[in-house]
């Protein structure tokens, strides 16, 4: 095996997870991460929440027919027509 500064440290970050999550397996790990994620955002139909890049962006959960669930971005700057 090659070891390398990379490879140490994808190493080492997967430790961390690892010990956080209380995986047994570096996948189950990510998986954790991925799932805690996904539990912070809303799936209710007329949901709003709060998503922080550089700047704030507000975004309305909606609920579609097909089972499907979108994220409407929500714009304070333009005025929103009602369907």
Same mark, same amino acid.
């Given at each position: 095996?090659?070891? %390398? *500064?990379?490879? *140490? +440290?994808? @190493? *080492?970050?997967?430790?961390? &997870?690892? @010990?956080? %999550?209380? +995986?047994? %397996?570096?996948? *189950? +790990? ?5 799932? =805690? &994620?996904?539990?912070? &955002?809303? !799936? ?29 971005? &929500? @714009?304070? =700057?333009?005025? !929103?027509?009602?369907?």
């Amino acid at each position: 095996m090659v070891l %390398t *500064r990379n490879m *140490r +440290a994808m @190493d *080492r970050m997967f430790d961390r &997870i690892m @010990d956080v %999550t209380g +995986a047994v %397996t570096p996948f *189950r +790990a990510v998986e954790n991460v991925f799932d =805690s &994620i996904e539990r912070a &955002i809303p !799936q209710e139909n007329g949901a709003t929440f709060t998503y922080y890049k550089m700047v704030p962006v507000k975004f309305k959960v909606k609920n579609l027919p097909d089972g499907s669930v979108h994220y409407d971005v &929500i @714009d304070d =700057s333009v005025e !929103q027509v009602e369907e």
